[in-house]
């Protein structure tokens, strides 16, 4: 795999997920929000995705869907579409659905509909690997091991943030991220965080989660994208919630 081009990620990152309330939090278990791929437009340009759980401390079920321009690194299409049933008892299949008919039409109007492959996972059930670096590459021939596969390393630190974590809260400081792609012998960095926005609450660490990209991605010149997993103080325990991060430049 080969590095021809590198530009930085937008500040689209300050919008990813909704702001989660912070009024009451006695802590045990957080609410580790799921991740669905919805797929890619044909053309690569635009890619659908969801995050669904229960939420802690109410424990009401919901589902987001962020549609995301690759090229533009921003959220299009109206999204995200939020869904929150205010009930314990109902299904997540009942919120998903919900969320998803939300979502509908711009997923129509923007041609979703080309399958996203998993070119790499941290799973959450996986042993063994750093939680701070994930290595991907096109797929070879038959069984063959990618080729000229990359890395992604994802720096966390100390920040900022308009959010009165400390002071209000009682909690430490916000932690930023930084987001690096080394391949060809080269490191780029795609994303440093200046202070941590409103929009992701009082974050606490992240992890790489996964790589999704486009079917034949790299033969067709597509933009694979980096699923980075959030986590932020929340009622029970560290909430976790997914930011998208295009990785463009790689073949």
């Known amino acids: 795999m080969r590095l021809s081009v ?58 987001n869907i962020f549609i995301l321009d690759v090229a533009e690194d921003k959220w299009v299409g109206g999204s995200p579409f939020r869904q929150t049933l205010e009930q314990e008892s109902p299904t997540l299949a009942g919120v998903r659905a919900a969320a998803m008919a939300k979502a509908a039409k711009a997923l129509a109007d923007l041609a979703i509909s080309e399958p996203a492959v ?68 080269k490191s780029i960095e795609l994303h440093r965080d200046q202070s941590v926005p409103a929009s992701r609450n009082c974050t606490v660490a992240y992890r790489p989660y996964g790589i999704v990209a486009p079917v034949n991605w790299s033969w067709n010149e597509r933009t694979p994208v980096a699923i980075i997993s959030v986590f932020s103080q929340g009622f029970e325990g560290p909430d976790r919630r997914f930011i998208a991060v295009p990785v463009p430049g790689v073949k």
């Open 6 to 63: 590198a530009r930085a990620v937008s500040a689209r990152l300050a919008a990813s997920f909704g702001f989660l309330a912070l009024a009451s939090a006695p802590a045990l278990a957080g609410d580790a929000a799921n991740f669905a791929a919805l797929g890619f437009s044909a053309d690569g340009r635009y890619f659908g995705y969801e995050e669904f759980g229960v939420q802690d401390g109410s424990g009401f079920p919901y589902s």
């Open 118 to 185: 998993i070119e790499a996972l941290n799973g959450d059930g996986e042993v063994g690997h750093d939680g701070a670096s994930i290595s991907f590459g096109a797929r070879g021939f038959g069984m063959d091991a990618p080729p000229n596969p990359v890395t992604l390393k994802l720096e966390s630190f100390e920040s900022t943030s308009t959010v009165p974590c400390v002071d209000s809260f009682g909690f430490p400081p916000p932690v930023g991220f930084a987001l690096t792609l080394e391949a060809d012998g």
